[in-house]
């Protein structure tokens, strides 16, 4: 056995024994801090019994050494109960994907993100893009809102609003809820219908063959007078050209006449 050999083995049969931890200063072991601020860098925040990491999934901590540290080291996100005990909404709304940020209203973290997909809002709640009412998580993000978005907010509850565009787009009869004097519900039809490969009088195709009734006359015959060489004046059933035909059930890549398989 050479000697290179050698020193690896007894190398080995010092792991095994627990002895190689004696390289490392006694001041840095007592701590039990070496290395705790990168091995713990992942945490979002913390417990007596555990944390949770980035991803929202939980760890128990591996000792009490890396506890104690975090505790030292982070104590504005350590909490010195075990997580059951937990009544926070934020910290649990977050947990279970609810949130993108665990932290209370009094940081506006993330609101242009979690309030994204609002409308316009009254002081009890919003509508989002789908039409859907929400009533708001807490008073800060009615506030953040109400700041950043004063031309969409409404400083009433929603059972005392009577405008009659929003109560329009409510029902689906606008595809736009701001009227601006213009009274034909033609508002973003552009935006709105521009996913559409053609249509009918019952309805349209959009670019992945899904089918769709018109939501309402004014978007049939909006589509209609700006795109009348896609618009046939039948009803679906009644079409029976074999190049759309085909198109809808896969067999073609293109439903135009002039364009080749």
Known sequence: MNKFTYRVFAASALCAAGLVA????????????????????????????????????????????????????????YNQYERERDRDRYR??????????????????????????????????????NRRWHR???????????????????????????????RDWL?????????????RGEVDFSVSLGNVVFGYSDGYYDSNRRWHGWRNDNERNWYERNHRRNYYQM????????NRRDWRDGRRNDWRDNVGD
């Open 22 to 77: 004696t390289a490392m200063p006694a001041a840095a072991r007592d701590r039990g801090d070496t290395n705790f601020s990168i091995s713990l860098g992942n945490v979002q925040f913390g417990y007596s019994d555990g944390y949770y990491d980035n991803n929202r999934r939980w760890h128990n901590w591996r000792n009490d050494e890396k506890r104690n540290w975090y505790r030292q080291n982070h104590g504005q996100n």
């Open 92 to 129: 649990r709304d977050w947990r279970d994907g609810r949130r993108s940020d665990w932290r209370d209203g009094r940081r506006n973290v993330d609101f242009s993100v979690v309030l994204g997909n609002v409308q316009f809002g009254y002081s009890d709640g919003y509508y989002d893009n």
């Open 136 to 166: 708001w998580r807490s008073i800060n993000h009615r506030n953040w809102y109400r700041q950043n978005h004063r031309d969409s907010y409404y400083h009433m509850r929603r059972v005392r609003d009577r405008d009659q565009y929003r």
């Open 171 to 183: 029902r689906g009869r606008h595809s736009d809820w701001r009227g601006n004097g213009r009274d």
């Open 235 to 242: 009803r679906r059933e009644d079409d029976d050209h074999r």
